[in-house]
């Protein structure tokens, strides 16, 4: 059975906001083309079935996010949303945060990922990882794929313990390409950048 959505467990420290994408001009462009890719990816995602939908209080919503590491931080899909109408506003800017405290720091229109926390934790890990995508597929939990690493223990989504467990496994790959399970709830798959991520989530596919 699936564990119901719950919202983000963390504190967040958000701030609501359209999104500025910086001053200068060339940052503004980068930041624009990575929500590009990230909106591009919850689609893909959406389209084979990785990011089901489940009902929360304002209605329909899709599981599954997707982050892009960022100067300040990563920029990562809000909550709740949905895969097949999700724009580039409906991307969080998370500008760091404390694991320990379960805390988040945010700027955006909606509020970051319930699971800001697991990305916040492989990012701080992983410094050569440059985006993480997160699924969910049961069927490919019953028999893990050789190759991915499975976390030690099982956590509720959204934790402190659950993004601790996630960035343990992430740790124990070299490298910064690789896919981990996440015991009894879903995968994430991370990469030097967004592209190399989805291809290492998609090659089960
Ligand atoms: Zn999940």
Known sequence: MP????????????????????AKPAIRKTELEQRRLLVECCREFYKFGLSPEYTHAGGKGT???????????FLITGTPKHAATIDTEGLVNVH???????KVISTGLKLPSSESLMHLAIYSAKPGVGAIVHWHDDKLLEKIPKGVVETDGKAPAGTVEFAKL???????????TGVIALKGHGFVAFGKDIDEAKRAALKFY
Do not use: C, V, W
Not at 3 to 22: D, I, K, L, Q
Not at 63 to 73: D, E, H, M, Q, V
Not at 96 to 102: A, H, P, Q
């Open 3 to 22: 564990e119901e959505y719950r919202g983000p467990r963390f504190e967040s420290r958000h701030t609501t906001a359209s999104p500025s994408y910086s």
């Open 166 to 176: 996630a960035a343990k496994a992430a740790q124990s790959i070299k490298g910064t």
């Open 63 to 73: 599981a599954g996010n997707f982050s892009i590491r960022t100067k300040s931080g």
């Open 96 to 102: 760091g945060g404390e694991l320990d405290k379960n």
